[in-house]
């Protein structure tokens, strides 16, 4: 079974500073996706960025861009020029590419933006 | 809009009260999903559906029971309500490119008292 780690219950950063949040997973799968989802106070799940484990490439989506470490089953975040509407809980989630497509999420981390 | 729709919004009942919370999506998505949220334990699978007329368990599934009514409804009933229930409750469904198209309901707030 997969699993999902974030180590960072909380963090907080000063507005337009760049922040770094982690993620490591563990699967015997070779072909999979990951994914960052933002969730804001209202609830709803928004889906940040995804990567494809297959793509040696890192995915960047405009101030976000992730940190893909195959062999070292590692996916972190980076936030740059973070911004107030940034703050949320912000979830890793993995899924299998074959099979089982369930996603399986960490614990999240509360990211607050200090204005 | 598109999406999934997910009703009600915010529950509150009693210690062994029945409900079902209801979900749909109008995407003509094979595959949907029930999810709890936890505080300190992210979201964890319930049950899911990978087509009209199948369903399974997925990690927490004890005290639960889904429904696939047809392609566009997945139901989620508490026989017995209990405490330990009170948590948000989100559905989800997904297309057939994992990537692109797995899409979330806006979350139902139950509060089992």
């Known amino acids: 079974a997969q699993t999902v780690t974030q180590s960072q219950p909380e963090m907080s950063v000063q507005e337009a500073e760049t922040v770094t949040l982690s993620c490591t997973y563990d699967?015997?799968?070779?072909?999979?996706?990951l994914f960052w989802y933002k969730q804001p106070p209202s609830r709803q799940m928004i889906l940040v960025i995804r990567?494809?484990?297959?793509?040696?490439q890192n995915a960047t989506e405009n101030r976000f861009s992730v940190n893909f470490q195959k062999a070292a089953k590692s996916f972190s975040l980076k936030i740059s020029d973070s911004q107030l509407g940034d703050t949320a809980m912000y979830f890793c989630?993995?899924?299998?590419?074959?099979?089982?497509?369930?996603?399986?999420f960490g614990t999240g981390t509360r990211l607050t933006i200090i204005p | 809009n598109a999406g999934v729709t997910q009703t009600p919004k915010f529950q509150v009942l009693k210690t062994g009260q029945s409900m079902t919370l209801q979900c749909a999506q109008d995407?003509?998505?094979?595959?949907m999903y029930w999810y709890r949220q936890d505080p300190g334990m992210g979201l964890r699978l319930i049950y899911y559906?990978?087509?009209?007329?199948?369903?399974d368990k997925g990690e927490v599934p004890n005290g639960y029971n889904v429904s696939r009514l047809n392609k566009r409804e997945f139901s989620l009933r508490l026989e017995s309500a209990a405490p330990s229930q009170t948590s948000v409750y989100f559905c989800?469904?997904?297309?057939?490119?994992?990537?692109?198209?797995?899409?979330f309901g806006s979350g139902t707030r139950l509060t089992v008292v």
């Open positions: 989630a993995f899924i299998s590419n074959f099979g089982n497509e369930k996603l399986t």
């Open positions: 699967t015997s799968e070779n072909n999979y996706y």
């Open positions: 990567q494809e484990a297959y793509k040696q």
């Open positions: 995407m003509n998505h094979n595959s």
């Open positions: 559906s990978a087509s009209e007329g199948t369903t």
């Open positions: 989800a469904s997904m297309g057939d490119r994992v990537v692109e198209r797995y899409t």
